[in-house]
């Protein structure tokens, strides 16, 4: 998975559902709002006194069925009551790559997840100003969600470098981290100096699937359909995406 870390069966085409009526927005992680999450059932049918959140970020360029494969995987393993995507605004790591527009990432994001109501998609990333940072994320989601144990899914990739993200030391402090991989990825959490405590990883089949993939068969007119949801195939189709610079 190439963006920092997702399947449920897709809508066939012609039956993508309106924006506007599938969009759950960060409203849904106020405090007023906070009593129906809690009553909601997680993954494995419980109800937790402390509610369990994951947060999915990534660039999704575009978002496909390794990251709902990953989130739900993680969601089941962990027992969470909900996975909160947050596609990224400017991310720090790609600022001379040429990433499609926030918006169509978000809406894509927001069409991907629309059948699964354990997920919802936040746009506190791409509605902050300036550079994207992980710790950055995490505080506003622990400033909107102060209740909850929160569990910040990624790449296992990224891990690599994670003691070199902004502010690293805080992190730990914010949320769990759990890495998702291919099968056979190996990684030596001690050498990346990341403390065992508080990251685990996970190996997720469908993560052989990739966005830069998807991107590039996209460019040269291949079908993408299966590997990301089919409103995401009818969104791409729709605006041109991937056909030409953006």
Request: net charge negative.
């Amino acid at each position: 998975m190439d963006d920092a870390g997702s399947g449920r069966a897709g809508r066939g085409p012609g039956n993508t559902p309106p924006v506007g009526a599938s969009e759950r927005s960060m409203s849904d992680l106020s405090s007023e709002t906070g009593v129906r999450h809690r009553k909601r059932l997680s993954a494995r049918g419980n109800r937790h006194d402390i509610p369990r959140v994951g947060i999915m970020g990534g660039t999704f360029d575009p978002i496909h069925n390794g990251h709902l494969v990953a989130a739900s995987e993680v969601a089941w393993v962990y027992d969470l009551d909900e996975v909160i995507f947050v596609p990224t605004g400017r991310p720090v790591f790609k600022l001379d790559a040429d990433v499609t527009n926030a918006e169509d990432r978000y809406l894509m994001t927001v069409i991907a997840t629309a059948s699964n109501p354990q997920f919802i998609v936040s746009r506190v990333d791409i509605d902050r100003p300036g550079v994207t940072y992980t710790i950055d994320t995490l505080r506003d989601i622990r400033q909107l969600r102060p209740d909850a144990e929160l569990f910040f899914i990624t790449g296992a990739d990224a891990l690599t470098e994670i003691m070199k993200w902004k502010d690293a030391g805080e992190m730990w402090d914010l949320a769990h981290f759990v890495g998702v991989s291919r099968p056979g990825y190996s990684l030596d959490l001690k050498k990346a100096g990341a403390p065992g405590h508080a990251v685990d990883l996970m190996e997720i089949p469908a993560l052989s699937i990739s966005s830069t993939d998807i991107r590039r068969r996209a460019r040269d007119g291949e079908p993408v359909w299966y590997l990301v949801p089919d409103g995401v195939v009818q969104y791409i189709d729709k605006h041109g995406l991937y056909r030409s610079a953006h």
